[in-house]
């Protein structure tokens, strides 16, 4: 949520912010009227408080016959600072109502463009591999290798769902333990969190304003199922506050996600790139507002190591404004190299973001840290990257390591949690 102060001494800024992100700037306009709206009420119930207990004070000294007459007016004066109390409350969350429907505004280092088309590659990195052979899809060599199942799930669960098998269940476990190590490594607080969550915390991250069709909601416990571990970590400090000295705060996190993928209707329907349910290593982090990009940076670095690592080639994006979501100010996307797409052509596909989010979560799950320079709290900013989404890292695992045979290596750098297993074959 943006600070209604900001708005107030920023309206063009603001405007041209959201305008970037692709909503419709009246909405200021209407904010901006509202706050008035509120500021003049709140003036005026502060003047009547002060007739009231003006009048109340002079009770003390007054005659019978006075007394009874400011009775009289007190008893009025009592209806009408009700009623207007009660205005001010409809008034307050018409207001909370739409500043909560206000995007975080997209930082400087974000390129300005309506959707992915505006994306830029900042970056591509590593060797495409070379075959001597036309490289298959996942789909066709795990299901020939007996390490993925779509069929069975499907029977089960529906559609947009898949068993991992055999090596395929081994590969998420070692991916796992491989993430955690690395990132441990370098501080982050290692995290199983919950993944059903209450609505005001997840609220409080930006995913429910808009976007509320893609998350499983469970009426009968007023529950929901989070999406990405991220939704858990960031209201852990809700309604808390850091000392300086504890910033940077930063988390990895396991966790099994939950989408509806309802605004992806005919997109990779089959397989388990787009699935309903899938798992993942997310990192989180509270910063103070002066190192966020560092840390931001940082995320990103850690992001590319870990598929440097598994050396599988990638490219990295800026993410422009029309394609951040509503809590992220600048994001950075990781693609991998998937040769066996588009019938052997191949083509990137997304494993990775991280984002940027400033303090527009904080603000809505008040979220602050004391600041020694000033002796005030302020919010700290907040920061995610996916450590690995691990069924995608299969995926390019799948097609970056596959052999003529239809057999999958290894990538080197989990072989060891392979219990040394170097090749997937039958």
């Not at 988390?251 to 939950?258: E, I, K, N, R």
């Not at 989180?284 to 080639?313: T, V, W, Y």
Request: glycine content about 6%; proline content about 5%; some cysteine.
């Amino acid at each position: 949520m943006l600070d209604i102060k900001f708005i107030r001494e920023n309206p063009q800024i603001v405007k041209e912010g959201i305008r970037n992100k692709g909503v419709d700037a009246k909405i200021i306009d209407e904010i901006l009227e509202l706050d008035s709206q509120k500021r003049e009420l709140l003036q005026l119930i502060e003047n009547l408080r002060a007739k009231k207990n003006a009048l109340e004070d002079k009770l003390v000294s007054v005659s019978h016959e006075e007394k009874e007459e400011i009775l009289n007016v007190l008893r009025d004066a009592k209806k009408v600072l009700s009623a207007k109390e009660e205005e001010l409350d409809l008034l307050d969350k018409k207001l909370f109502t739409k500043m909560s429907l206000v995007p975080n505004l997209p930082l400087d280092y974000t390129p300005v463009g309506p959707d992915e088309k505006f994306n830029v590659v900042a970056k591509e990195v590593g060797k495409k591999p070379v075959f001597n052979f036309k490289p298959k899809d996942y789909l066709t060599l795990g299901e020939n290798l007996d390490i993925i199942d779509v069929e069975r799930a499907s029977k089960i669960s529906g559609s947009r769902f898949g068993f991992l098998k055999r090596e395929g269940a081994l590969l998420e476990i070692a991916l796992v333990k491989f993430a955690f190590d690395k990132i441990t490594k370098k501080g982050f607080i290692p995290v199983i969190p919950p993944v059903l969550i209450k609505r005001e915390p997840f609220w409080g991250m930006g995913y429910l304003d808009r976007g509320e069709e893609e998350v499983y909601y469970l009426p009968k416990d007023d529950l929901y199922l989070v999406g990405t571990a991220e939704q858990m970590i960031g209201p852990m400090h809700m309604n808390e506050t850091f000392k300086a000295e504890e910033l940077p705060r930063r988390y990895v996190a396991f966790s099994s996600c939950f989408r509806r993928e309802a605004g992806s209707y005919g997109k990779d329907t089959k397989g388990i790139l787009r699935v309903h349910q899938f798992d993942k290593v997310e990192m989180f982090i509270f910063a103070k507002p002066e190192e966020a990009k560092k840390e931001h940076e940082l995320l990103l670095s850690i992001e590319e190591e870990l598929m440097q690592n598994l050396q599988i080639p990638y490219r990295v994006l800026n993410i422009c404004s029309g394609d951040l979501g509503d809590p992220a100010a600048a994001k950075y996307d990781i693609e991998a190299w998937l040769p066996g797409q588009k019938d052997g052509e191949g083509e990137y596909r997304e494993t990775h973001s991280t984002s940027n989010c400033t303090d527009y979560q904080a603000r809505r799950l008040n979220i602050k840290y004391q600041d020694p320079k000033t002796n005030k709290n302020n919010f700290v900013y907040t920061l995610n990257g996916t450590g690995l989404a691990i069924g995608r890292t299969i995926i390019a695992i799948i097609e970056n390591y596959q052999t003529k045979e239809g057999y999958i290596k290894i990538p080197r750098v989990l072989v060891p949690y392979m219990n040394g297993l170097k090749v997937i074959k039958r």
